[in-house]
């Protein structure tokens, strides 16, 4: 990344965008949670949902339609505080460890194709937004 890219403004917008990032995904994450059961619903909703808003955000970015300074505040900081890819992975090892074979496949690989999925169909959507000039 290059110094006129760093700017103390940046770095600032990012933590921001981080934070609210982190407290979209607490309040989801919370909304959720009474859902009881041995898959952590709430964290793969949080992980495929901020998929799908990544590939909407690229998706735009790529027609044009935003610009990419979007992607650095909303994709690095928003989505970065918002996803969360470690707590999927210790959730999908704690499953294995509680010998919960089904629902650590469902957490770990259900999560990665499901947010794959959401991705692209993100893009598509960011895409077809542009061309129709919904933005």
Do not use: C, H, K
Not at 69 to 97: C, D, H, M, N, P
Not at 108 to 126: F, P
Request: glycine share 18%.
């Amino acid at each position: 990344m290059s110094a006129s890219v760093m700017s103390l403004s940046v770095v600032l917008m990012l933590g921001i965008a981080g934070g609210l990032g982190a407290v979209a995904r607490f309040m989801l994450d919370g909304f959720i949670s009474p859902i009881r059961g041995v898959v952590p619903i709430g964290t793969m909703a949080v992980n495929i949902s901020g998929s799908l808003v990544l590939g909407v955000l690229t998706g735009l970015v790529l027609a044009v339609a935003l610009p990419s300074s979007w992607l650095l505040v909303g994709g690095t900081g928003f989505l970065g505080g918002y996803t969360t890819f470690s707590t999927a992975s210790s959730e999908t090892v704690r499953l294995i460890q509680a010998g919960q074979t089904r629902a650590a496949l469902l957490s770990g690989v259900g999560t990665a194709l499901a947010a794959l999925a959401a991705a692209g169909l993100g893009l598509v959507i960011g895409f077809v937004a542009a061309r129709m000039g919904g933005l």
